[in-house]
Structure formats: C-alpha cells, structure tokens
C-alpha cells in the first residue's frame, strides 16, 4: 500500500432514537503522502463524519459504521484503543472550526503544549513556527485570552506538535474574519509543508480550496462524486454538481457560506441511496439516474460518480 489515506465504501449512519441519518453512503477517498487535498460540499454533504471517521472521533449515535479506512498501512477499525492513541499521538493532527474548543480552558498554553510533546520539545519553538509574535507571552496565557487567530495557531501547533503525517483541517478558518483567515491558512499550509504532512481540508469553498490544494474532492449525499486536479475540477467539471457549485462560486462568497449555492436542498439520506442522491437538482437527469446508483467513471483527469459523465464532457 503506498497511500497514506485510504476510505473505501465508508458507510455512517447516526441513530438518535427518533431519527436515522445515513452521513456517509459509500464515500472513496485516496490521499498520497504530502499531498494536499481540499473536500468540499454543501452543508450535511458528510464531510465533518468523513474527518472523524478517519481519526475514529465519531460519537456514539454513529453506531452503523461499515467500511475500510486505512491510514499509514492501519487498518483504523481495527485498532485496540492504545493503538488509536498512538495513531492520534503520532500520525493525525486535527484542527477544528472552533479552537478554543478544543484546548483546556483551566491550563495555561505552554502547560498545553509541553503536556503534548513531553520532555522532548520546547512549546516556545513550537508557537513561534506557527508564526505567534512573542511565543513566552502566549506560553503564559490561557484560552480564553487569546484571539480567534491566536486560538487556531495554538490549536495548529499542538496539532502539528508530533509531525504528524496527516492532517484534518474542518472548516479551521470559518468562525474568523476575511484578513486573518487568509493569515491563519496560510501558516497552516507552510507549517504542514515544512514538515512533510498531507492536509486534507474540510470547506465549503471550492475557490479557495482550489487556490490552496493540489486536488480537490467534492462530497455530495455521502459519496465523493467527484476528484481530480483542482485546477481542472473547478476549470472543466465532470459531475453536473461541481459545475453547479462552480458556477456559482463568486456569488457564494458575496451571498455567504451557509446559503445554498444550487437551487433546491441537499439531500438527508435515512438509508443507501438506489439511485444518483444528485437526480432530484440535476438539470441532465435521466429516468436511470433515479435507479441506479452511479458508478466511477474516469474523464480526463478526474473521477465522477455520474452516469453521464463522459457523454456530458463530449457534448461540452
Ligand atoms: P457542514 O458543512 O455543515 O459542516 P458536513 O458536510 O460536515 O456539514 P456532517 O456534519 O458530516 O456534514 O453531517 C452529515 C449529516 O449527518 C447531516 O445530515 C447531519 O445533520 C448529520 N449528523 C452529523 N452529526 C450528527 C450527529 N452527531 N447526530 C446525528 N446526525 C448527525
Ligand atoms: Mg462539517
């Protein structure tokens, strides 16, 4: 196996007592090691359930989990809990939407830091390479003291404190300003490079993740329906979805993140999908799309769960 990252048929369904949501519905996904890759999809498309599934972090409504996800040659399913922690510790580094979050709000952050790295490392060099001016000020300071820009810096360097060999980056940047986002994506990206770690970034943005990743994923109704070099994905889709996310990408950023960029409403599966989940919005839709779930199809440089994806692309 020479992937760092491999989901094969990932199926999670969450079961609350009253409802049944099916999150992911056979999604695929391949990460090579140092590679960056954005997943992008509309809100509920699945992409939060895919990071966590990765890490083993979903909760316990989650209770139908089928599937493989393999990472640095573990099968992660598999894996007694100190092997999960080890898999954590070492070769997976989160970051979240919300830092503060995920720090303790009773421990200053060098205390933090130093717990993470032991008596191996320096959490003043660790603040200063995610570029925080005056790394022995924000060493004495705790959460709650730290702007939001602080805040996801400190998430990043605890995250990244191990070197580890991937990292998932859900929405890091969404609760922050236009100026500091851009700031704070940019020390994610150079830390991860620096260190030889694969990003995969969870966005609802396929601009900016195609400014920033080498390839992009995009998630729809659980499933990856479409991967491929970022440039030609958001240049020349293959699924009639991408173009319609692509398509209205500039006015996205001006109508805001949480509207829905394609007309009608994405899809809350309670069960496996029989036909495309894509066929009710689809503007190509035939009478199979509703029966018959799409398999892979290779055009050009990408990969697209549609079944008229290479006669789309030819008439195009
Ligand atoms: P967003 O862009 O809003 O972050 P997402 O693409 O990350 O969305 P998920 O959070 O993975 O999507 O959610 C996928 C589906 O699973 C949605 O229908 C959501 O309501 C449901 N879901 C997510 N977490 C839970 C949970 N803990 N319990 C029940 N349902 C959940
Ligand atoms: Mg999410």
Redesign the pocket.
């Known amino acids: 196996m020479t992937a760092l990252l491999e989901v094969r048929d990932l199926a ?1 369904e ?3 007592g009253e ?1 049944r ?4 519905d056979g999604a695929d996904l391949t990460v090579a090691a140092g590679e960056t890759i954005g997943i992008v ?12 599934a990765v890490g083993r972090l ?2 316990s ?2 209770n139908r989990v089928t599937g493989d996800v393999w990472l640095a040659g573990e099968r992660v399913f598999d894996l007694p809990p100190a092997g999960i922690r080890r898999l954590r510790r070492e070769r997976l580094g989160f970051v979240f ?1 919300d830092p503060i979050a995920s720090l303790d709000p009773t421990m200053r952050v060098g205390k933090q830091l130093k717990l993470v790295l032991g008596s191996k490392g320096d959490p003043l060099s660790h603040l200063d390479r995610v570029r925080l001016a005056n790394p022995g000020r924000v060493a004495r300071m705790y959460p709650h003291q730290l702007s939001g820009g602080m805040a996801q810096r400190v998430a990043l360097a605890i995250a990244m404190a191990c070197q580890p060999r991937l990292l998932i980056a ?2 890091p940047t969404a609760a922050l300003d236009a100026q500091v986002r851009e700031e704070v994506l940019e020390v994610v990206f150079s830390v991860a490079a620096e260190a030889g770690t694969s990003i995969v970034w ?1 966005s ?1 943005d396929l601009t900016a993740v195609a400014r920033r990743c080498s390839r992009v994923a995009v ?1 729809y109704g ?1 499933r990856v329906v479409e991967d491929g070099p970022a440039a030609d994905v958001l240049g020349q889709p293959a699924h009639p979805y991408t173009a319609a996310l692509a398509r209205s990408a500039p006015a996205m950023a001006s109508l805001g ?2 509207l829905s960029p394609v007309p009608g409403r ?1 899809p ?2 309670a069960e496996a999908s029989h036909g495309c989940a894509f066929e009710p919005r689809c503007p190509y839709a035939e009478e199979r799309c509703a029966k018959e779930r799409p398999e892979l199809h290779v055009v050009r440089t990408q990969e697209a769960l549609c079944h008229r994806a290479t006669e789309l692309v030819t008439a195009s």
């Open positions: 999670v969450y079961d609350s409802r949501v099916r999150a992911l999809g509309e809100s509920g498309s699945g992409k939060s359930t895919l990071g966590s979903l909760p409504t989650a939407q859900d929405e969870l609802h998630m659980g993140d949480r994405p809350v599966l």
